[in-house]
């Protein structure tokens, strides 16, 4: 079967395209909750306070907090009964809630309650008539060479954009700076989809000055390399680096994966293709001697890197040490969210695009390619998915889809309905999506009928949560903001 990420890659840039709450609705329910997960709420008290929910559809969470006295401090998605209660004053706060692309807003922002001893008080909070929230693209910078990565430093307001060639842009105060960040155009190779994928700032940059790049170098290895920024410019970084891991990938000039991204646990996730071909001729992403077709995981905090002990290899029997898990075709971008999710977004062949979500704290895991494409055997009608971890997502080729382009949960604070929401788009279809995942299960699909311009690469996102697109336009490669619609 032909390689359908790479024929649309070829097609579309000759060959130069980087491709890669129950009973909330009423408050009348059972089973309400805080944020402790149970209805009692110890405080040092007997007063109690029941609060209940109106306005929103049957299933839908609300977004209420509680403080009052003893640092009391309660998040609730549903009608509640706190008990056990210090008296004196509490404040509830409610926020908007997003159902599809309807806001509902609370009539009363802010409700002071005062409760006393031996005495149960109540409260409602009530939701008002959905408004429809509209999303809208803010164009940053323009005039970038294949622009497939943005990122930025923890506290820091610059941008920091990935050129495919090599290089490294700094956006300052809205403002493309012209002399690069960093410059390794020299080091790598273009053709097919290779290049300088992704960058990440190591957590601890403020102070020690590094940042971790993956490339393919001149001769097609996946390399990760360290490299820190000058001590007299901040918008400069020196030139000589220290390769950490170079892994080689011969023949095939696709399926790099491309993503390296710091986790919740300090370490450094990378994610490799399985070495390109049609159903993984060479068998990497089950071969556990490969560290292609994989997520790895590495410590970087010394000199060079180490294996974390926890690492399903780590001994060094049974496979390669830095493997975190296996069973990926092509996971050009990868994403963690606040509470140690990871999102792999893995790109397909003919049949099923996935993106694959499971606990950060999870080793070991077999997400099935070549075995399976998403839920679907290769090759066969019936295959064994005996410890095969199944995609949390997936979607076929119909209505002209090809590829996904994984993005990012939201996080930031310019359009706070859209907390917790994973966006992604793909790469023919070219509209931005999202949906939310909860207690194990997508929910909350949407397409937000936001056309994408050009042919997007890739999303970002900066050191305030925003959420950034990045592509190639008539106007050349672009830095878009993804914004309210005014």
């Known amino acids: 079967m032909a390689d359908r990420f790479q024929w649309v890659a070829s097609i ?75 008296a004196g004053t509490y404040t509830i706060t409610a926020g ?70 090599g290089r490294i842009r700094v956006i300052r105060n809205g403002v493309l700076l012209g002399t690069p960040f960093l410059d390794i155009s020299s080091m790598t190779s273009t053709d097919g989809e290779r290049g300088l994928l992704s960058m990440a700032f190591d957590p601890g940059y403020g102070s020690n000055g590094r940042f971790f790049v993956y490339y393919t170098a001149s001769d097609g290895a996946i390399t990760v390399a360290r490299y820190q920024v000058s001590t007299t410019n901040a918008d400069i970084a020196d030139t000589n680096g220290t390769v950490l891991l170079s892994i080689p990938h011969p023949g095939q000039s696709n399926h790099n994966g491309g993503q390296l991204s ?18 993984d001729p060479a068998g990497n992403a089950q071969n556990t001697g490969s560290l292609l077709g994989k997520m790895l995981r590495i410590d970087v905090s010394g000199g060079g890197y180490r294996v974390p002990p926890e690492n399903p290899f780590a001994s060094g029997s049974g496979g390669r040490p830095e493997i975190w898990a296996r069973g990926l075709r092509n996971p050009w971008r990868f994403s963690f969210d606040t509470s140690g999710l990871i999102y792999i977004a893995d790109v397909g062949q003919d049949a099923r695009e996935e993106v694959n979500i499971v606990p950060a704290t999870t080793p070991g895991l077999n997400f099935g390619w070549a075995r399976t494409e998403g839920s679907v055997c290769v090759g066969a009608s019936t295959c064994d998915t005996t410890g095969l971890t199944p995609p949390a997502f997936e979607y076929d080729h119909a209505d002209g889809r090809c590829a996904i382009l ?4 939201y996080g930031g604070n310019a359009i706070p309905e859209l907390n917790g929401r994973y966006f992604y788009t793909d790469l023919c279809a070219g509209r931005l999506k999202s949906f939310v995942y909860r207690d194990g299960t997508v929910n909350e699909s949407i397409d937000w009928s936001l056309p994408l311009p050009g042919t997007v690469y890739s999303f970002g996102r900066d050191a305030a949560g925003e959420l950034y697109v990045l592509a190639e336009t008539s106007a050349g490669g672009q830095v878009l903001r993804v914004q309210r619609s005014q």
């Open 406 to 409: 994984g993005g990012f949960v």
């Open 262 to 279: 710091f986790g919740p646990d300090g370490m450094l996730y990378l994610a490799t293709g399985d070495g390109g071909g049609a159903n």
């Open 12 to 86: 579309l840039l000759a060959g130069c395209l980087v491709a890669l709450s129950a009973c909330g609705g009423d408050g009348s329910g059972s089973g309400s909750t805080d944020g402790s997960g149970t209805g009692a709420s110890p405080g040092g008290g007997t007063a109690s306070l029941a609060l209940t929910v109106s306005g929103l559809p049957s299933g839908t969470d609300a977004n209420v907090s509680v403080t009052g006295p003893a640092d009391f401090r309660r998040t609730v998605s549903r009608a509640t009964t706190f008990a056990n209660l210090a």
């Open 96 to 165: 908007n809630v997003l159902n599809g692309n309807a806001v509902f807003k609370p009539a009363q922002p802010t409700q002071l309650v005062t409760v006393s001893a031996d005495k149960a008080s109540s409260v409602n909070v009530t939701y008002t008539a959905p408004e429809t929230l509209r999303l809208s693209l803010a164009t940053v910078a323009n005039g970038l060479d294949a622009p497939i990565y943005l990122t930025a430093p923890a506290n820091d307001t610059r941008l920091f954009v990935v050129e495919r060639a």
